[in-house]
């Protein structure tokens, strides 16, 4: 049977979040994105993609929110198959969703247009930011992230937007035997770009590599002192029961697995 809601998904409970209402506003069968991350879940990027443009009208997302009980609802949360960022109108979508009134937005985003100031505006209507930062320099970016990006930009990027964002501001960084190494390097740029919270993740679900273990995120936490830093290995898991399971997956992955 065809899902109800094509651009929504969940709600699911994400332990950087809490309880989160999917939006997808790239919402295509392939994955739109910027990035070739060597962990994603949703495997290799079909449609690599560097331009912004309008993949969703913004009034027909609003349209499936108002279809959704919110009351047990954190944040209504831009993320799904693909980088958010490169949907144009995402800051007409968080308008009109603070306007309305309908909820808290979070914005969940892999850092490579936040040099772009169109970008930054968008995003700095939301509630709370997550940030990708998965590598210190432009060797390691390349490995991790994928090739031809500029490291220097994305993370001038990251460091403008902090200086006048308002809201809540969270650096994600992903941790695999390939970056692992690099722990020490990683903290010290967190540290500098000051945010409210810090998050390590490993690829638990589903993926193309082996998520560290829970000693090697503890031996990788001291690295970050005094810092406010979550990870998922201490998460507690909460149930939350989708409305549409198969396209929770597709767009989030396995939301059973932690």
């Given at each position: 049977?065809?899902s109800p ?11 950087r979040?809490g309880?989160?209402l ?5 919402s295509?069968v392939d ?7 060597v962990?994603?879940?949703l ?5 690599l993609s560097h331009?912004?443009k309008?993949?969703?009208?913004s ?10 009980p919110l009351?047990?609802?954190?944040y209504?949360t ?7 960022t490169l949907?144009k109108?995402l ?11 309908l909820?808290?937005?979070a914005v ?13 505006l968008?995003l700095?209507?939301a509630?709370?930011?997550l940030?990708?930062l998965d590598?210190?320099d432009q ?5 991790v ?9 994305m993370?001038g990027g990251?460091?403008?937007f ?12 992903m941790l695999?035997?390939?970056n692992?190494?690099d722990?020490c390097?990683?903290?010290?740029l967190?540290?500098d770009?000051n ?5 390590l ?7 193309p ?13 001291k690295?970050f002192g005094?810092?406010k830093?979550?990870?998922v290995w201490?998460?507690q898991r909460?149930?939350y029961k ?6 929770t ?6 939301y059973l697995?932690?």
């Amino acid at each position: 049977m065809d899902s109800p809601f094509k651009y929504i998904y969940g709600p699911v409970y994400s332990w950087r979040i809490g309880r989160s209402l999917g939006i997808d506003p790239l919402s295509a069968v392939d994955k739109i994105c910027n990035m070739n991350c060597v962990y994603c879940q949703l495997g290799l990027t079909t449609h690599l993609s560097h331009t912004r443009k309008e993949y969703v009208k913004s009034e027909d997302i609003i349209a499936e929110i108002k279809r959704v009980p919110l009351d047990a609802v954190d944040y209504l949360t831009f993320s799904g198959r693909g980088e958010p960022t490169l949907a144009k109108n995402l800051g007409q979508m968080i308008h009109l969703i603070k306007a309305q009134r309908l909820g808290r937005v979070a914005v969940i985003t892999n850092s490579v247009l936040m040099h772009q100031k169109e970008v930054r505006l968008d995003l700095s209507q939301a509630d709370f930011v997550l940030a990708k930062l998965d590598a210190f320099d432009q060797e390691s970016f390349q490995s991790v992230n994928g090739k031809e990006l500029n490291f220097e930009k994305m993370l001038g990027g990251i460091r403008e937007f902090r200086q006048d964002f308002k809201g809540k501001f969270a650096l994600q960084i992903m941790l695999i035997e390939d970056n692992l190494d690099d722990v020490c390097e990683l903290a010290a740029l967190a540290r500098d770009l000051n945010p409210d919270e810090i998050q390590l993740n490993t690829p638990l679900r589903p993926c193309p590599v082996k998520p560290i273990e829970r000693a090697e995120m503890d031996w990788a936490k001291k690295f970050f002192g005094d810092e406010k830093v979550v990870t998922v290995w201490d998460s507690q898991r909460q149930d939350y029961k989708p409305l549409d399971p198969e396209a929770t997956i597709r767009r989030h992955g396995n939301y059973l697995k932690p």
